[in-house]
């Protein structure tokens, strides 16, 4: 049997489809601090549900492949208080 995610978890979800994820610089000296490697196209809006990526309760921080750029994906923690100060 499949556990429907509560209220507020589907009202982060939605928040985060728009919101969860930028593209920034890779930090100086923080290139090995990252949680990973990620492909994909830069030039097009990041979709982490696309991506394959959750969100989870750190942020989450991968280099993307072939440059010197990193996607940022909030954490829920991140999501509900910017969710709270919009209000």
Same mark, same amino acid.
């Given at each position: 049997?499949? +556990?429907? !995610?509560? !209220?507020? #978890?589907?009202? =982060? =979800? *939605?928040?985060?489809?728009?919101?969860?994820?930028?593209?920034?610089? +890779?930090?100086? /000296? #923080?290139?090995? /601090? =990252?949680? /990973? +490697?990620?492909?994909? *196209?830069? *030039?097009? !809006?990041?979709?982490?549900?696309?991506l394959g990526l959750e969100i989870q309760k750190t942020n989450q921080y991968l280099r993307i492949k072939g440059t010197d750029k990193v996607l940022v994906v909030k954490s829920e923690w991140v999501l509900t208080n910017e969710m709270q100060n919009k209000q």
């Open positions: 049997m499949r +556990v429907l !995610p509560s !209220p507020a #978890k589907l009202t =982060l =979800l *939605n928040y985060a489809l728009d919101h969860a994820c930028y593209i920034a610089d +890779v930090p100086k /000296g #923080k290139e090995n /601090g =990252l949680n /990973g +490697v990620i492909e994909m *196209n830069i *030039n097009q !809006p990041v979709d982490f549900i696309a």
